[in-house]
């Protein structure tokens, strides 16, 4: 187990400089990088401030299992939660993604239904159009898009995904943070 690499991945989860985390846990900024680079070893107590400033508890941290990669996802593993009497159909392609840093999802839409309206946030959102039209209707604007197309945008503004045509749309959509 690399500790210091571990310790440098999770600084860079929580978007801290060296220096950062040093003044957060009065520590230098020398001796953090000494850490990372496992050129030295802190005290138990030095070690456990650490993790707190990083938000890890010590059995999180020495838990190899969350720390691997996950590739491969398959079918049998995705989630679908079919609300087609309401106008659609969400089928979540990564178990869990709500605990992760983005949520991919794909969104069937009935012909001239919605899916439901989003209150402002931090999030950053794709959506990549599959198979139709779909109109996203963020704050004041309204932009369409059709097959082959795609959306990039800063959830800042209240929005919603709709389907104003006469056939069936999919939508493939990654946010960031718990979205959907």
């Known amino acids: 187990m690399n500790i210091g690499e571990k310790l440098k991945n999770l600084r860079y989860q929580k978007n801290l400089t060296q220096e950062e985390l040093g003044e957060r846990t009065d520590l230098s900024k020398g001796y953090i990088s000494q850490l990372e680079r496992n050129l030295s070893s802190p005290s138990m107590e030095t070690f456990l401030n650490i993790l707190d400033v990083l938000g890890v508890e010590p059995s999180e941290f020495f838990n190899e299992k969350l720390y691997q990669a996950r590739i491969h996802y398959p079918l049998d593993e995705q989630t679908i939660y079919d609300e087609f ?14 605990e992760f840093e983005m949520e991919p999802v794909i969104i069937t839409l009935k012909s001239n239904s919605k899916y439901k309206s989003f209150s402002p946030s931090s999030s950053e959102t794709f959506a990549y159009v599959k198979k139709g039209y779909i109109t996203l209707k963020i704050g004041k604007q309204t932009y369409t898009a059709k097959s082959g197309e795609c959306f990039y945008f800063k959830a800042h503004e209240e929005h919603q995904f709709l389907n104003e045509s006469t056939k069936d749309a999919e939508v493939l959509i990654v946010a960031t943070e718990s979205y959907l």
């Open 85 to 98: 009497d309401l106008g659609y159909k969400i089928k979540w392609l990564v178990p869990d993604s709500n």
